[in-house]
């Protein structure tokens, strides 16, 4: 099965908020804590275009952070995607 991988950092209030609503949705998620590893933030800088965190995939989908995460779950379109990619406990 496909994972779901949030890269954070630990002072950051979008990152608890889609840790949140992950663990609402009863899916189990890989934590990667970008916060003292400067390689690592250049990696996902560069893979994503962004600069901020969250980033969150689910499988090899980005889907981008937390406004984008909220975005999917308002459409309907959450559940489905999670369900297709993961193991819903």
């Known amino acids: 099965m496909t994972s779901i991988t949030i890269y954070t950092t630990p002072a ?4 608890v908020a889609a840790k949140a609503l992950l663990k609402r949705k009863g899916v189990t998620f890989a934590e990667i804590s ?3 590893n400067p390689a690592l933030a250049k990696s996902l800088r560069e893979r994503t ?3 901020t ?3 969150i995939y689910i499988g090899e989908h980005h889907v981008g952070g937390f406004d ?3 975005a999917l779950d308002d ?15």
């Open 68 to 70: 984008d995460l909220r």
């Open 12 to 15: 950051c209030p979008y990152c």
């Open 34 to 36: 970008v916060d003292e």
């Open 53 to 55: 965190v969250p980033q």
């Open 75 to 89: 459409a309907g379109n959450l559940d489905a995607m999670l369900m297709s990619h993961s193991s819903v406990n």
């Open 49 to 51: 275009g962004r600069r």
